[in-house]
């Protein structure tokens, strides 16, 4: 009996090492994903040393031919704004080309996009963004070619700003910045969101492995482009991927500022945040290859600011709380680590119930990471396809 009780013993202490060991490990996952490897980029990256961008101003360079492509489902309520928008960019009128892909509209977008003498693609099928983006791209003559969603509005030469990054014939594909309008915890969490992206993804353009590009304006030399294959979710991410894979650089223009409206409501944001997350957990096991070590700072930022930051690490969180919730009478250590869970989660909570902005922090971190799990069970399921619908926008800008 005494012997049964002293392995009961052995068996307990083993589990209790094994379970701290499991918690740091995942803590140190975690900081480095949030702290180390923004602080390392941000020291290598002022190292890195090579031609700058030129500071002229973009009018000012010989800006190569640009076409400007929109998806634009059942749109016909900002169509016609996205168009006023687009002319309005400072870019040479002789160089630019615009088309708008309305494939699977039910609306006036169409109608209204031709009537201002736009080159309008149209047929009845509802086959994805994915599949009218390949439709659009046939008929794209510019060098480059820039990707932008119909609800979003652009800053003053942010075509060119993005067009000419192209100059190096290293660039293959280039970003715009995000910015994000309306008022309330939702609009500041999104946009504190997008700041830290912007402060990740500069340092991460000076090496040339930018983690991704939004579709709100996402600009590819054109000649590099590929047929997305129709089951791919995030056209956006892909694209990125792909480019990357072939050896060419990634870049972000923090300057070509696009400007979006917040969504309508929590479970809105949650629904496109989860789409997001499927893609996401998509395009990483796709393009799995871009980890191998002999990828170089391509790799350490491919598992760092993706694999880690939106796979692994949100798997974590409910594990990490699991393990200190059962260490929280043991050790002090897991006290406090549960303790200071209970606290963020709940000022989250209550953020998102509230629409609070001086607890965005606490609730964009939850609503992202909640977002990833579940967008990964449903892209595992085979839940998430191609054809979605976007949610409302309180105003297109």
Request: hydrophobic content about 40%.
């Amino acid at each position: 009996m005494t012997g049964h009780r002293a392995g009961r013993i052995r068996s307990d202490a083993s589990s209790t090492s094994l379970a701290r060991s499991a918690l740091a490990g995942m803590l140190a996952a975690t900081a480095w994903a949030y702290v180390g490897y923004p602080a390392v980029l941000l020291v290598r990256s002022r190292r890195t040393t090579g031609d700058p961008v030129s500071s002229a101003p973009p009018e000012d360079r010989d800006l190569p031919t640009l076409t400007v492509i929109v998806a634009a489902l059942n749109e016909a309520a900002v169509i016609e704004e996205k168009i006023a928008d687009l002319r309005k960019q400072d870019y040479p009128q002789e160089r630019l080309q615009i088309v708008v892909a309305a494939d699977g509209s039910t609306d006036e977008t169409p109608q209204i996009a031709r009537a201002l003498g736009v080159e309008t693609l149209w047929e009845p099928e509802r086959r994805g963004k994915t599949s009218a983006i390949n439709r659009a791209m046939q008929n794209a003559t510019g060098e480059v070619t820039c990707l932008t969603d119909a609800n979003c509005a652009l800053a003053p030469g942010s075509l060119a700003a993005v067009a000419a990054r192209f100059a190096d014939p290293r660039v293959g594909i280039v970003s715009g910045a995000k910015t994000v309008s309306g008022s309330g915890g939702r609009a500041a969490g999104e946009g504190l969101y997008w700041r830290l992206e912007a402060m990740l993804k500069t340092a991460e353009s000076d090496l040339g492995v930018t983690m991704g590009a939004p579709g709100e304006l996402l600009g590819i030399r054109t000649s590099l482009f590929r047929p997305i294959p129709e089951h791919i979710i995030n056209d956006d991410f892909y694209l990125t991927c792909d480019v990357l894979d072939r050896g060419y650089t990634a870049e972000y223009a923090g300057e070509a500022l696009t400007s979006e409206a917040t969504t309508g409501s929590v479970c809105e944001e949650f629904n496109r945040r989860s789409r997001i997350a499927a893609g996401t957990w998509q395009s990483c096991l796709e393009f799995a290859q871009l980890a191998s070590p002999r990828r170089g700072w391509l790799a350490v930022g491919f598992v760092s600011h993706r694999v880690l930051r939106n796979l692994a690490i949100p798997l974590m969180l409910p594990l990490i709380w699991l393990i200190s919730r059962s260490m929280r009478h043991s050790h002090r250590s897991g006290q406090v680590l549960h303790r200071g869970q209970q606290l963020a989660y709940g000022a989250a909570i209550i953020g998102l119930v509230t629409n609070a902005r001086v607890l965005a922090p606490f609730s964009e971190f939850l609503l992202v990471n909640a977002a990833q799990i579940r967008g990964g069970f449903r892209w595992i399921a085979g839940r998430e396809t191609p054809l979605w619908d976007k949610p409302a926008r309180s105003t297109w800008a």
